[in-house]
T-cell receptor, first 111, second 114 residues
Framework: SQQGEEDPQALSIQEGENATMNCSYK?????LQWYRQNSGRGLVHLIL?????REKHSGRLRVTLDTSKKSSSLLITASRAADTASYFC???????????FGTGTSLTVIP | EAQVTQNPRYLITVTGKKLTVTCSQN?????MSWYRQDPGLGLRQIYY???????DKGDVPEGYKVSRKEKRNFPLILESPSPNQTSLYFC?????????????FGAGTRLSVL
């Protein structure tokens, strides 16, 4: 399966620190997206990076993509307690129309 | 307000009793999809639809059916639910015919099959 894996599974940091989570996948992609999920609720899209892009920014979010290593990272700078959530990467392949989510990173930001 | 609406939000049923979870979107999106979320496994795609009358299997379609008779609706049908289908289910929609577009998610349906 293409399903990605995220690392770490859980991350606990102090407010104001940066949080980094990583995603690895198995086959060539069209794009990779990051989503956020507050406990038991629906996912919300954060950022999309295409296979021909290497880095993208959105507010306090920075995403990198390394297609040679089939990996991506999400950096949240100056974290806040409200950033506490689970974060998932998701990949869309070059062929077919399926969408594959990673296993998620649970982030806890301590005030 | 643009949204994806799932009903019901919570459902407890017994093995073998057919059920339907409805999903509706008001954004005129072509692409719709169902996922299940289980602890430690992330979200796995059950079925998806590229447009009206076009549906296809995802990674875990066994035990589920879908239909897409109207653009806005994409119900998930469990003909004979079993305990291993106890899960949190999400419906999502996306604009355009390309799967790589951004998906908008419903609030989820928590299903327990006894």
């Amino acid at each position: 399966s293409q399903q990605g894996e995220e690392d770490p599974q859980a991350l606990s940091i102090q407010e104001g620190e940066n949080a980094t989570m990583n995603c690895s996948y198995k086959t060539s992609i069209n794009n990779l997206q990051w989503y956020r999920q507050n406990s038991g609720r629906g996912l919300v899209h954060l950022i999309l990076i295409r296979s021909n892009e290497r880095e993208k920014h959105s507010g306090r979010l920075r995403v990198t993509l390394d297609t040679s290593k089939k990996s991506s990272s999400l950096l949240i700078t100056a974290s806040r307690a409200a950033d506490t959530a689970s974060y998932f990467c998701a990949t869309a392949l070059n062929t077919g129309n399926q969408f594959y989510f990673g296993t998620g990173t649970s982030l806890t930001v301590i005030p | 307000e643009a949204q994806v609406t799932q009903n019901p939000r919570y459902l407890i049923t017994v093995t073998g009793k057919k059920l339907t979870v409805t999903c509706s979107q008001n954004m005129n999106h072509e692409y719709m999809s169902w996922y299940r979320q289980d602890p430690g496994l992330g979200l796995r795609q059950i079925y998806y639809s590229m447009n009206v009358e076009v549906t296809d299997k995802g990674d875990v379609p066994e035990g589920y059916k879908v239909s897409r008779k109207e653009k806005r609706n994409f119900p998930l049908i469990l003909e004979s639910p079993s305990p291993n289908q106890t899960s949190l289910y999400f419906c999502a929609s996306a604009t355009g015919s390309k799967v790589g577009n951004i998906q908008y998610f419903g609030a989820g349906t928590r299903l327990s099959v006894l």
